[in-house]
T-cell receptor, first 110, second 115 residues
Framework: QKEVEQNSGPLSVPEGAIASLNCTYS??????FFWYRQYSGKSPELIMF????GDKEDGRFTAQLNKASQYVSLLIRDSQPSDSATYLC??????????FGTGTSLTVIP | KAGVTQTPRYLIKTRGQQVTLSCSPI?????VSWYQQTPGQGLQFLFE???????NKGNFPGRFSGRQFSNSRSEMNVSTLELGDSALYLC??????????????FGPGTRLTVL
């Protein structure tokens, strides 16, 4: 079983819609959870992190964490073409190793 | 605060050669991790260093090695290059590498092409 699993997509949404990205993790001891955005040919860029159950909002982005169900999600409101990228979910269990999903490719259609 | 820097940004080598990549973490960050990323593959963990010690190692052959210096800068070395080593090599740093709430920040990466 993989540490972190994501649907590889591709996920396509029209401009202005809400994009919903999901991620599940296997280790209940995981303590912190991250979403990175990666444009083609570029390095991952941190978008958000979340530690506690519930929602965390930052601008158009909302991260949701449900530790009981072991899933993390990222909602992108008012999606823009510039949001088209691969989104990586990551978990930190004990600080010295981060586990990454394989990423979900998002395309926002103008 | 300056971000993670990696040098060189691009490298072209031939099979059998060796290569050394460098990473300077964010000031104050003591943990440095290295990843390999190839098309169609996710981020594959190579190794992690903290206080000049390798604490974790991924499932890569011994041709891949690394080290960390006292100023937290890190290098990774790949010997006897193979075509399959062509990839984007990413370095990421975090504060202590001992807390479950640490956050990793990535450098721009080194694009290695093996001919």
């Amino acid at each position: 079983q993989k540490e972190v699993e994501q649907n590889s997509g591709p996920l396509s949404v029209p401009e202005g819609a809400i994009a919903s990205l999901n991620c599940t993790y296997s280790d209940r001891g995981s303590q912190s959870f991250f979403w990175y955005r990666q444009y083609s040919g570029k390095s991952p860029e941190l978008i958000m992190f979340i530690y506690s159950n519930g929602d965390k909002e930052d601008g158009r982005f909302t991260a949701q964490l449900n530790k009981a169900s072991q899933y993390v999600s990222l909602l992108i409101r008012d999606s823009q073409p510039s949001d088209s990228a691969t989104y990586l979910c990551a978990v930190n269990r004990d600080g010295n190793q981060f586990y990454f999903g394989t990423g979900t490719s998002l395309t926002v259609i103008p | 605060k300056a971000g993670v820097t990696q040098t060189p940004r691009y490298l072209i080598k031939t099979r059998g050669q060796q290569v050394t990549l460098s990473c300077s973490p964010i000031s104050g960050h003591r943990s440095v991790s290295w990843y390999q990323q190839t098309p169609g593959q996710g981020l594959q963990f190579l190794f992690e260093y903290f206080s000049e010690t390798q604490r974790n190692k991924g499932n890569f052959p011994g041709r891949f090695s690394g080290r960390q210096f006292s100023n937290s800068r890190s290098e990774m070395n790949v010997s006897t290059l193979e075509l399959g080593d062509s990839a984007l090599y990413l370095c990421a740093s975090s504060t202590s590498g001992t807390s479950g709430t640490d956050t990793q920040y990535f450098g721009p990466g080194t694009r290695l092409t093996v001919l």
